[in-house]
């Protein structure tokens, strides 16, 4: 490119991709030039090629990318997580066979003949909906993210460690999720005027229970029976979850059995001892659901090779539990200076939305962030920001900047600035 | 509801769910009273449920959900057509392992390492793109329709045929498309001022290959990479594929491996003796790219069973390869009256929109069927509209509104008016 760059170190922001369309009249992108007219066929072309199915499958060259830093609570195979590997994905869309888990207590193997979701408490009428009953009301589907609000929490480490981007972020992913408005099962049973919290329970063994302000509920909460199109699957909620927009996973109870009205939170040990964030003043942040701004660079990442210099992708993922994202700023330079970068269609509200620009590396080293700014006006801090005030271990609700150290082998090394 | 119906038959739109939330104060949708506030906890509370995984999988009760209407021609087992299963569905993302399929030879098995993509004809650079090599171009992301151009073909027939909707529709997939626009690759290779056309060929046994014009290419035609956020699947055109938004699907050629500039098109069998419309005058349409306004009721149709009167959700898919859906009107009265219905969020361009109206069945017999308008203006035509000036045989681009016709039993049959 024969233009100047939007910011240090040779990155070209969205001004220079939409001045340029990227290509500046010569072959400056890693190409090779090619002069064989005769192309030759390769094997596969000599052949008929694989049958129809009734399922289709990634190709065998895929078979690194699945979930990943799986782990469970000592003596458990289904107490734990596993995470989404954001660095072999682009686009927003997360396939389902890799969204992050979460587990209490395992995936129950729920027959949905004999499921039920249980109305009840300060209600005038109880009601109780099996999935067939649910599926009769009108739906609505949204593309939004889901973060486990323990997500990046490796962040707390004193050192940085040596962590890949699933490691470190990868209790994040994207879902277009379907279902009822509980707005409308809660106005069929009748709210009673006292009312002003719901409690969730699931239906796993471990009887996942969250509190959950009215207000929400009746604002945007759904009982979600579909994901991406089908219905859920088992490790997120199969038959029926619940979901809430923006807010900390955990609240968005999997495998979802009874919605009862309270008055008061139950203050659950998933609200009290876990979820809630302990300040150095010895005192904790409860309930604190929104999730915050955010964003990741997810290529280049650790174990993704740069292969010398020339032009690249930086590309990665922002999103906020407030709303939109309105800008992503990029440096190349460990922030001295910034290129807002190019932000893909459509920028949807409560979803990740993606974000590039493209880098000249020059073959030395580099450090490189991103900054997520969200139409609140909130502008995703810094890692010194995000620690101060926190209680040594609290690790809920982590969102600073991510710095990728770039080596002179072009590799990517999480470090902090 | 003790709303009014927003037309015959009791059928609610738009206007009705808006206003009323669905909920009219009383229990009238199908739902059960519930007393036992003691639950009893089902048998998968009981104990710890399922591992984390690498790979999630739908539930085992949902193994009816597969892809449908699998068939190749005589003697072989790659050359046919495979039907998204589009009653089971609902949102607008079609999940990946479900995307219909239509191979001329099969699916190749692509080593990605030995596979290019050659740039050449009437340019100043013949260039030559690996995987890796297009991986570090700025790519875009965006969700959208591919539909086949011979999908729904079956309503030529003189007798409406017992066929579900997945049989008559399933040939269109909703996914997020992710890759490198052409046009950068084109400018970088230098198009020489007569380029007026592309050819683009496949690296299938069959060497599928179809002309673009160029100013569609330059528009917005991508290499696509990425589906759904992973890497193309085989059957999808792994490694890379072209994609034309809002075009017939043929011309998206899979496995993609040759794209040359030329002053012509090629007028290759696929595009002259296949994939035209030939007319009752003797004359063909040839090149006629664009989808024509659409849309289908999905649920209910027929194999889905409605339990007797009462209310249920009518909801379907509308898309338009103009743009996008402005309207999308639903009947329950064989046409004579229309409620507008409501459109989930968001509607994008070049996209399916899910629309859905509430319906108070009565148990009575009932003809059901949706009209889509999109942005341009364009209605979606009756079947006789359709079929006027087609010549016999004539099967592709059929975009007639679809009618279902609803038993006393409760079953939906496809049907005639």
Redesign the interface.
């Known amino acids: 490119m024969n233009i100047p760059p939007d910011a240090g170190n040779g990155l070209y922001g969205r001004r220079a991709?939409l001045r340029s369309?990227?290509?500046g009249?010569?072959?400056?992108?890693?190409?090779?030039?090619?002069?064989d007219?005769k192309?030759r066929r390769?094997e596969?072309?000599?052949?008929?090629?694989?049958?129809?199915?009734?399922?289709?499958?990634?190709?065998?060259?895929?078979a690194h990318?699945?979930?990943?830093s799986?782990?469970?609570q000592p003596g458990?195979?289904?107490?734990?997580?596993?995470s989404t590997p954001l660095q072999?994905?682009?686009?927003?869309?997360?396939?389902?066979?890799?969204?992050f888990?979460r587990?209490h207590?395992?995936?129950?193997?729920?027959?949905?003949?004999?499921?039920k979701l249980?109305?009840?408490g300060l209600v005038d009428?109880?009601?109780?909906?099996d999935t067939?009953?649910l599926?009769?009301?009108?739906?609505?589907?949204?593309?939004q993210f889901l973060e486990c609000s323990g997500n990046s929490s490796a962040l707390i480490a004193p050192q940085a460690a040596d962590l890949d981007c699933a490691a470190i972020h990868g209790l994040l992913a994207?879902s277009?999720?379907?279902g009822v408005?509980l707005?409308?099962?809660l106005?069929?049973?009748?709210v009673s005027p006292e009312g002003k919290w719901v409690v969730a329970d699931g239906?796993?063994?471990a009887?996942m229970s969250r509190s959950v302000p009215l207000a929400k509920i009746m604002d945007d909460a759904i009982v979600a029976?579909?994901q991406?199109?089908?219905?859920l699957?088992?490790?997120?909620g199969?038959?029926m979850r619940l979901f809430l927009p923006g807010w900390e996973g955990n609240a968005s109870v999997k495998w979802l059995?009874?919605i009862k009205v309270t008055e008061q939170p139950a203050m659950s040990k998933e609200e009290t001892s876990k979820y809630s964030d302990l300040q150095t003043d010895g005192s904790a942040k409860l309930f604190t659901f929104p999730m915050g701004v955010k964003s990741v660079i997810t290529s280049p990442s650790p174990g993704l090779q740069l292969?010398g210099p020339?032009?690249?992708?930086v590309?990665g993922l922002a999103w906020s539990g407030a709303g939109r994202i309105k800008t992503v700023e990029v440096s190349a330079d460990g922030g001295q200076s910034w290129a807002a970068a190019?932000l893909?269609?459509?920028v949807?509200p409560l979803c990740a939305t993606?974000f590039?620009?493209?880098w000249r590396y020059n073959g030395a080293p580099a450090t490189i962030m991103s900054r997520a700014t969200d139409e609140s006006g909130a502008v995703q801090p810094t890692r010194a920001a995000v620690m101060r005030g926190r209680a040594a271990g609290s690790f809920y609700h982590m969102n600073p900047i991510q710095t990728w150290r770039i080596s002179v082998e072009g590799q990517a090394r999480n470090v902090y600035v």
Do not use: C, K
């Open positions: 991709l369309g990227l290509a009249g010569a072959a400056l992108l890693t190409t090779s030039a090619f002069a007219t192309l390769p596969w072309m000599q052949t008929p090629g694989g049958p129809m199915s009734a399922a289709g499958a990634p190709s065998r060259f895929e990318v699945q979930r990943t799986i782990r469970s458990t195979d289904g107490s734990g997580v596993s072999y994905l682009d686009g927003v869309i997360t396939p389902s066979r890799l969204h888990e587990h207590s395992g995936i129950p193997d729920i027959n949905p003949a004999q499921h249980y109305v009840h009428r109880p009601l109780a909906f067939e009953a599926a009769r009301y009108p739906m609505v589907s949204r593309i994207v277009e999720w379907g408005p707005s409308i099962l106005e069929e049973a009748g239906a796993d063994a009887v029976l579909y991406n199109g089908e219905r699957r088992p490790g997120n199969y038959p059995r009874s292969r020339g032009l690249y992708q590309s190019q893909d269609d459509h949807l993606r590039r620009v493209a």
